[in-house]
């Protein structure tokens, strides 16, 4: 690893460190940060963590729900995948989802289709906007065993599929050279930033909560464009867990 790499991690564990330190001295209010990181070289760090030990998020939760959609779709076979995505094609879906009693969105529906297409043998998901960049694990297994032996979200897959590969594939679906670009419609509101021109960033929230007799300590994952503007914050607790124990 090259020194600004490695400086970006020591970054990320010192911010990381703070976070523990103001849990257990809970004095002080403001925020902090780490610098800019990285997209393509956070990825390399997720693909190999130092702790990958999942703890799960709530069934309720959008990366949960898109993980049982991408493990029921992928048990349909081939020719149920071809209905599928002539339904979506001809603007069938509710009547074809109904009919087939499969619950999920239309946009999942269109993001699988995408991940399939962007897949090697390993399963690996191949990034489209960096073809350099693969998430090294099994994009259509979101789901593994805590350390009680009880199935989770797995957190990794949280990060790099639900989160990364979504937002690569909304914005490459809008490539009217794409394969599915006839079903960008579906999934263009989530169509956020090419992620080459984005970076990411820890960030933390300390305030007063006078409610709760307490403060309250907020560190969430950002997804911002080069030039600082905030695109989206990511505040999943047990995904930013993860990256706490991965990202030492």
Same mark, same amino acid.
């Given at each position: 690893?090259?020194?600004?790499?490695?400086?970006?991690?020591?970054?990320?564990?010192?911010?990381?460190?703070?976070?523990?330190?103001?849990?257990?001295?809970?004095? &002080?209010?403001?925020?902090?940060?780490?610098?800019?990181?990285?997209?393509?070289?956070?990825?390399?760090?997720?693909?190999?963590?130092?702790?990958?030990?999942? /703890?799960?998020?709530?069934?309720?939760?959008? +990366?949960?729900?898109?993980?049982?959609?991408?493990?029921?779709?992928?048990?349909?076979?081939?020719?149920?995948?071809?209905?599928?995505?002539?339904?979506?094609?001809?603007?069938?879906?509710?009547?074809?989802?109904?009919?087939?009693?499969?619950? +999920?969105? +239309?946009?999942?529906?269109?993001?699988?289709?995408?991940?399939?297409?962007?897949?090697?043998?390993?399963?690996?998901?191949?990034?489209?906007?960096?073809?350099?960049?693969?998430?090294?694990?099994?994009?259509?297994?979101?789901?593994?065993?805590?350390?009680?032996?009880?199935?989770?979200?797995?957190?990794?897959?949280?990060?790099?599929?639900?989160?990364? +590969?979504?937002?690569?594939?909304?914005?490459?679906?809008?490539?009217?050279?794409? /394969?599915?670009?006839?079903?960008?419609?579906?999934?263009?509101?989530?169509?956020?930033?090419?992620?080459?021109?984005?970076?990411?960033?820890?960030?933390?929230?300390? &305030?007063?909560?006078?409610?709760?007799?307490?403060? &309250?300590?907020?560190?969430?994952?950002?997804?911002?464009?080069?030039?600082?503007?905030?695109?989206?914050?990511?505040?999943?607790?047990?995904?930013?867990?993860?990256?706490?124990?991965?990202?030492?």
């Amino acid at each position: 690893m090259d020194e600004a790499k490695l400086a970006d991690l020591n970054d990320i564990r010192d911010f990381f460190d703070r976070v523990g330190t103001i849990c257990k001295n809970a004095s &002080s209010t403001g925020e902090f940060y780490t610098n800019p990181i990285d997209v393509k070289d956070f990825i390399e760090w997720c693909n190999d963590p130092c702790n990958n030990i999942s /703890e799960n998020s709530p069934h309720s939760d959008q +990366a949960y729900q898109l993980g049982d959609t991408v493990r029921e779709l992928n048990k349909l076979k081939e020719n149920k995948l071809k209905e599928m995505e002539s339904a979506l094609k001809e603007d069938r879906w509710d009547e074809w989802y109904e009919d087939n009693s499969i619950k +999920a969105s +239309a946009d999942d529906a269109v993001f699988y289709l995408a991940l399939k297409c962007h897949t090697d043998d390993q399963r690996h998901y191949h990034f489209c906007f960096d073809k350099d960049a693969v998430a090294e694990l099994d994009a259509f297994d979101p789901f593994t065993e805590d350390e009680n032996g009880k199935t989770v979200l797995d957190q990794q897959w949280h990060v790099l599929i639900s989160l990364l +590969a979504y937002l690569d594939v909304a914005h490459a679906l809008g490539n009217e050279q794409h /394969e599915y670009h006839c079903l960008y419609r579906y999934i263009k509101k989530l169509d956020k930033i090419d992620l080459n021109a984005a970076e990411l960033q820890f960030y933390c929230v300390i &305030s007063v909560k006078p409610e709760y007799c307490g403060i &309250s300590i907020k560190p969430e994952l950002r997804l911002n464009t080069k030039e600082g503007k905030r695109v989206r914050k990511y505040p999943s607790g047990r995904m930013n867990e993860w990256l706490n124990r991965s990202l030492r």
